[in-house]
């Protein structure tokens, strides 16, 4: 998985059910590459797609097994954090956890 697909992954869960193009604005990515990772990580049975009432668009959420993968990467993403923390630095690793630890954060507690 990569660094992308973990936040798009993450990003799903902390919102779900989420509109596609909603979660696009809210990551500043382009929606053709939204969809590329949606349908990846559907295709490995981590989120489902569905059809927006509206049908123009999609409504993204997390599957059990994502939920599952989420929880198993979460001790692995700690342990980068160290490491990152060890290179860069009290600063620079603070910063970057203010950016990404609220979408875990909010994962336990949502």
């Known amino acids: 998985m990569t660094t992308g697909q973990l936040n798009v992954l993450t990003s799903i869960a ?3 059910p989420v509109p596609a193009g909603k979660l696009a604005r809210l990551l500043s990515m382009e929606i053709s590459t939204l969809s590329r990772n949606a349908r990846l990580l559907q295709q490995h049975g981590l989120i489902r797609i569905e059809h927006a009432e509206r049908r123009d668009g999609r409504i993204l959420s ?34 970057i956890e203010q950016l990404v630890d609220p979408m875990f954060a909010e994962q336990r507690t949502g």
């Open 14 to 16: 902390i919102r779900q």
């Open 62 to 95: 997390l599957t059990d097994v994502g939920a599952e993968k989420l929880a198993k990467l979460r001790p692995a993403w700690r342990t980068a954090q160290r490491h990152a923390h060890e290179l860069l630095g009290n600063e620079a690793s603070e910063a």
